[in-house]
């Protein structure tokens, strides 16, 4: 029901636009999180935002980076990250929690993305 999409392999420095589509239902209601889990490590909270899209909030490592944003008429949420380190390397996953504001513990979230793989050379 949620399909990431938009890794690959860039630079340090460079940007990637990861996209988040949802379908089986209406996640405008939902709030919705990017996480990413790096080998060997604990899947991390990346970023986050309310169902309406008012509020975010975002990883202290990734704050002022990374851009959470969604388009609830087309059912999709985007991560837009920019000035990427080589520490950003992770698989990356979407989820939908069903609940109006942020959440940012895994537990919380009820519906989970495949994940898109990013990596980033130094």
């Known amino acids: 029901q949620l399909q990431a999409s938009g890794g690959g392999l860039v630079q340090a420095g460079g940007s990637l636009r990861l996209s988040c589509a949802a379908s089986g239902r209406t996640f405008s209601s939902y709030a919705m999180g990017w996480f990413r889990q790096a080998p060997r490590k604990e899947r991390e909270f990346v970023a986050a935002?309310?169902?309406?899209?008012?509020?975010?909030d975002y990883a202290a490592t990734v704050k002022g980076r990374f851009t959470i944003s969604r388009d609830n008429a087309k059912n999709t949420v985007h991560l837009q990250m920019n000035v990427l380190k080589p520490e950003d390397t992770a698989v990356y996953y979407c989820?939908?929690?069903?609940?109006?504001?942020?959440?940012?513990?895994?537990?919380?979230?009820?519906?989970w993305g495949q994940g898109t793989q990013v990596t980033v050379s130094s």
């Open positions: 989820a939908a929690a069903e609940v109006y504001g942020l959440v940012t513990g895994p537990n919380e979230y009820d519906y």
């Open positions: 935002i309310s169902w309406g899209g008012a509020s975010t």
